[in-house]
Nanobody, 122 residues
Framework: QVQLVESGGGLVQAGGSLRLSCAAS????????MAWFRQVPGKEREVVAA????????YYPGSVKGRFTISRDNAKNTVYLQMNSLKPEDTAVYYC???????????????WGQGTQVTVSS
């Protein structure tokens, strides 16, 4: 239903910050829960943040809690991932995802973006 395009990835030094953006088109953006995943070759894709359709509920795993912040601007059909205090282990391809609720978006999202590379140097 919704098409997603990520941007904002790149190379950053450890301890630095980066903000990813995910622009949505099609569907009704405000009706979707949104999430960010990351994946390293040879490892499972991991959810790093999720946000409810209203923005009132968020989820973060312990590995990023306190460092990453997900937010959304429904008027702009955009979801963001602010990443602070970046570590080399944060290096991965980051994907934006959409689903009808928080459970689905964290497990079997309905839509995926193409991914954007984030590389954190030591």
């Amino acid at each position: 239903q919704v098409q997603l395009v990520e941007s904002g990835g790149g190379l950053v030094q450890a301890g630095g910050s980066l903000r990813l953006s995910c622009a949505a088109s099609g569907g009704t953006f405000s009706n979707y829960a949104m999430a960010w995943f990351r994946q390293v070759p040879g490892k499972e894709r991991e959810v790093v943040a999720a946000i409810s359709w209203s923005g009132s509920g968020t989820y973060y795993p312990g590995s990023v809690k306190g460092r990453f912040t997900i937010s959304r601007d429904n008027a702009k059909n955009t979801v963001y991932l602010q990443m602070n205090s970046l570590k080399p282990e944060d290096t991965a391809v980051y994907y934006c995802a959409a689903g009808p609720n928080m459970f689905v978006v964290r497990t079997t999202p309905a839509s995926w973006g193409q991914g954007t590379q984030v590389t954190v140097s030591s």
